[in-house]
């Protein structure tokens, strides 16, 4: 009877609801947002820096990964291998080159069917706000979309489950940019939600899924003066021209709507995923994941 009222305690009920996956999710997003938004703000009372420089932007990140690994120690109780320093360095420096040579390869497809043209080079332009863009978006949203997201409800729904929510999520996320259009989400969820879902995958840790990302942001916004999924198009190092119809250019969202730059994105994310199965990283659905409650 005693062994009976003590599995029902309302103590023992609370911990069980911590450690479901969904709420899991939600009290990591909510930490990392949190710990993020209140960094931003302290740096900014305490600097004359603006929100876009890279010394917030670091501290952006700073925070978020802070905040991520407080919320492995003490909510999730377990060990932080997603950023462990381990391989840190040489599969940030990967990823980066990665972004790099994949959104260049996008472009160039694009631009050998006469999509996109250089014009000229500009010179630094405005390579400080890129850099803080990469700085800030490959941790922030890597942690939030596979750090947490994927990784919880891989526990429920297995990996394929997980890769496939996570990807429309990210790709819906993206509905509020300006110029965004259902097409340009769909390209998001396939070419980036792919792509860096497997990057995560192949090695259980977040570094090489941030490298790309931070890569693919810099090189799209400084190097080719493209829009970073939507908004006005920045003043980058080479001056170009989008020219041709919207399936081909991405339109106002940029090339990353671009049907052209879909297809060859994720054509890398299936190989990423193709390595990652061939290494044994996939959880099928139903396999029971511990939880901290067993751990």
């Given amino acids: 009877m005693e062994q009976a009222e003590a599995v029902c305690s309302p103590e023992r009920r609370l911990r069980r609801f911590v450690a479901h996956p969904l709420s899991l999710l939600v009290i990591g997003w909510t930490c990392v947002i949190l710990a993020t938004v209140a960094a931003n703000v302290v740096l900014r009372l305490l600097t004359s820096v603006t929100v876009r420089s890279p010394l917030t932007a670091a ?57 996109i043209e250089i014009a000229g080079v500009r010179g630094w332009g405005q390579i400080w706000a890129m850099l803080a863009l990469a700085i800030f978006s490959g941790p ?3 942690i939030l979309f596979r750090g947490i997201a994927l990784r919880q409800l891989e526990r429920l729904v297995g990996t394929w489950g997980a890769l496939a ?37 192949l090695t259980r840790r977040l570094w090489l899924a941030i490298g790309i990302h931070s890569g693919w942001n810099f090189t799209q916004g400084w190097v080719f003066s493209i829009p970073v999924s939507g908004g006005r198009a920045p003043l980058g190092l080479l001056v170009t021209r989008r020219i041709g119809p ?29 390595w ?4 044994g990283r996939i959880v099928p659905f139903g396999t029971p994941i511990p939880s901290r409650e067993s751990r």
């Fill in 165 to 201: 929510l996570t990807s429309a999520f990210f790709g819906a996320a993206h509905l509020a940019n300006a110029g965004a259009t259902w097409f340009a989400a769909l390209a998001i969820a396939m070419e980036a939600g792919v792509l860096l879902g497997a990057a995560y995958l």
């Fill in 59 to 115: 501290g952006g990140a700073a925070a978020a990964i802070l905040a991520f690994k407080g919320y492995k120690r003490w909510i999730e109780r377990a060990p932080d291998r997603e950023l462990e320093g381990r391989g840190a360095v040489p599969e940030v420096v990967a990823g980066l080159a990665f972004g790099f040579a994949l959104f260049s390869a996008m472009t160039a497809a694009v631009a050998a069917l006469g999509g």
């Fill in 246 to 274: 919207e399936w081909l250019t991405g339109g106002a969202f940029g090339l990353e709507a671009s049907g052209v730059a879909m297809v060859v994105a994720t054509a890398a994310g299936v190989a990423l995923l193709w």
């Fill in 276 to 279: 990652a199965a061939r290494f």
């Fill in 140 to 142: 922030f949203e890597e």
